[in-house]
């Protein structure tokens, strides 16, 4: 009976052993296999043996990791400080490599986002982190995908999402544009006089050569002043009438 009742429990042992062997893998998830702690191969997807006690299995997930950078204290170039965080686009594209290179593959791609985000952005002045932030956000994907490429990681995009400036800041690009305005706005009107002083030249030389049309200029000047409610007209004289 004793005898009976052992063979019965290895048999359930046994099937349970086999039964936990077994292991299902997603489509985007990878297992990295190691064989009495070292390295096999990387099985998946679908369902793979893995053998108990001899082999240990770690599981790896393939999709795209959107990981956010918080705030980075970053002084540019021209010495002002902005807070400026990102957003991060990453995945995994060789499991063996995130699982035998670094030891957390999230927290060290999190942590050399943050420094890679204050040294890049610290090269450029305050005006190209705020308009030119497509060239910035391409040069910090760029930086990190060489960096990550050893870890068995491909860096996909990186979006600079806010830069935060203080008051004192805010109100100083606030004067600069306003002056940048006025600056504008009397350059136009240094060009429109001098091209109304061209077409006035033109018009004297025209009117040099007919003495008549000057005559009906100022008949023409006199119907227009005399339409407008005014008490005094003003006519240089004299007038040739001929």
Same mark, same amino acid.
Request: proline residues 3%.
């Given at each position: 009976?004793? =005898? ?7 048999? %359930?042992?046994?099937?349970? !052993? ?41 599981? #790896?997930?393939?999709?795209? %990791?959107v990981l956010e ?14 807070? #400026?965080?990102?957003?991060?686009? =990453? ?5 063996? =490599?995130?699982?035998?290179q670094v030891a957390? =593959? ?7 986002? @943050?420094?890679?985000?204050?040294? &890049? ?8 982190? !705020? &308009? ?7 040069? +910090? ?18 979006? +600079? ?5 203080? $008051?004192? *800041?805010?109100? /100083?690009?606030?004067?600069? /544009?306003? /002056? $940048?305005?006025?600056?504008? &706005? ?13 077409? !006035?030249?033109? &018009? ?10 000057? @005559? ?11 339409? $407008? ?11 040739? *009438?001929?």
């Amino acid at each position: 009976m004793e =005898f009976v009742v052992s063979a019965t429990s290895i048999a %359930v042992m046994g099937a349970l !052993l086999v039964i936990s062997s077994f292991r299902v893998l997603r489509e985007y998830e990878r297992g990295v296999v190691f064989m009495l702690g070292r390295f096999w191969k990387v099985k998946g997807p679908g369902l793979i043996l893995v053998l108990p006690l001899v082999q240990q299995m770690v599981r #790896v997930d393939l999709r795209t %990791v959107v990981l956010e950078v918080p705030p980075q204290d970053v002084i540019s170039r021209d010495n002002v400080s902005v807070k #400026v965080s990102a957003v991060l686009y =990453f995945r995994v594209v060789d499991a063996q =490599f995130a699982i035998i290179q670094v030891a957390n =593959f999230l927290n060290a791609t999190s942590q050399l986002s @943050q420094t890679t985000l204050r040294s &890049a952005l610290g090269k450029h002045e305050l005006d190209e982190i !705020l &308009a030119e932030r497509e060239r910035l956000n391409a040069e +910090i994907q760029q930086v990190l995908d060489s960096q990550t490429e050893g870890w068995g990681i491909k860096v996909s995009n990186v979006e +600079i999402k806010h830069v935060d400036l203080n $008051e004192n *800041m805010i109100r /100083a690009i606030a004067r600069q /544009a306003e /002056a $940048e305005r006025e600056r504008r &706005a009397k350059v136009i009107h240094a060009e429109g006089e001098m091209q109304a002083s061209t077409k !006035l030249l033109e &018009a004297a030389q025209m009117l040099a050569k007919a003495p008549e049309a000057m @005559q009906l200029r100022y008949l023409q000047t006199l119907t227009q002043i005399t339409g $407008e409610k005014s008490s005094t007209i003003v006519f240089p004289l004299p007038v040739d *009438m001929r």
